[in-house]
């Protein structure tokens, strides 16, 4: 394996790290409807131990450990590997949809039909391509074609629709473009947005992150969410925008980062997910509290974490 291999493989592996903590970060914000959720946000205190990772983590695993063993998306064998892993743990907070394509290809139909028959043919347009995918950004990364044409078929195994293989497409190159310029001064905020545009698909995705990129310095979270979405309809279009907006706000300081992604709110556990993958690709996990670390759940070894 040639230098550049190996860097990307570990900034790939951090990315994954980043991923898994902010969707354990993440989903331990979920308050019960008696706790008051801005007070306890606002004075920072992480949320008690455990923190378990969901089916942000669970898929991102089974594609990381495809990347180790095949070096490439086949999307058969792929297919197979996240209807196998559902099978084994479902209860991980997978979407109602999902529960039922997973299903159906594990008990043997072909994943096209199951995928794109879904929402009266549309296919499904939710965030979950988009959740998993910050690693596979990271591995191809400064082969942006690759990266793209990657992320799109490892999208379409489960969300056929244009919006969510956009949402996947956006995520990867974010985490690509921010892998690749690591040591390299922070990009800023809004020309970062706009380059990891110019590579997505005409599409709603694209349109909110080209809203995001027009954000003046300063704009509060509240306000971002609120324009752009945070995931409360588990859409791609209501996800990438926000948690690529916060995570480029932050490329060098991940718990920052998973601070600012958290108070939108919405789908808390997916949003730091796709922000965690993304900051990690450049920054690392390093700089994450101990007490962070211990809280996670930890990887599980099948994902191909100690591979490399
Ligand atoms: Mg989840």
């Known amino acids: 394996m040639d230098t550049d291999t190996a860097g990307r493989r570990r900034q790939a592996r951090a990315s994954l790290d980043g991923l898994v903590l902010g969707d354990a970060f993440g989903d331990s914000w979920f308050l019960r409807s008696d706790e008051p959720a801005e007070e306890l946000l606002a004075a920072r205190r992480p949320r008690p131990a455990p923190w378990l990772w969901t089916d942000d983590s669970a898929m991102a695993f089974v594609l990381f450990a495809h990347l180790t063993q095949h070096g490439e998306v086949r999307p058969d064998l792929l297919a197979g590997d996240f209807a196998a892993r559902y ?16 299903r159906r290809i594990g008990e043997g139909e072909d994943w096209r039909v199951v995928t794109t028959g879904h929402f009266g043919g549309q296919g499904s347009f939710g965030n979950g391509a988009a959740m998993r995918v910050a690693p596979l950004g990271a591995w191809f990364g400064a082969d942006l ?30 985490a690509a473009l921010a892998a690749s310029g690591a040591g390299r001064a922070v990009p800023v905020r809004s020309e970062f947005l706009r380059e990891v545009a110019g590579h997505v698909p005409s599409s709603d995705v694209r349109s909110g992150l080209l809203t995001a990129a027009g954000f003046p310095d300063g704009t509060s979270v509240r306000h971002a969410a609120s324009v752009l979405g945070s995931g409360t309809h588990l859409s791609a279009p209501d996800t990438v925008p926000f948690a690529l907006w916060s995570a480029a706000g932050g490329l060098d300081d991940l718990p920052e980062t998973l601070w600012r992604t958290v108070a939108g709110w919405g789908d808390r556990d997916t949003t730091c997910a796709i922000a965690g993958g993304v900051v990690a690709a450049r920054a690392g996990t390093g700089g994450v509290p101990g007490a962070w670390r211990q809280a996670c759940e930890p990887i599980p070894g099948w994902s191909g974490w100690t591979l490399l």
């Open 145 to 174: 074609a690759a990266v793209v044409e990657q992320a799109r078929l490892s999208a379409l195994i489960t969300h056929a629709h244009p919006e969510a293989v956009a949402g996947a497409v956006a995520v990867a190159v974010a």
């Open 87 to 102: 099978a084994s743990d479902p209860d991980r907070g997978y979407g109602p949809s999902m529960h039922n394509v997973l």
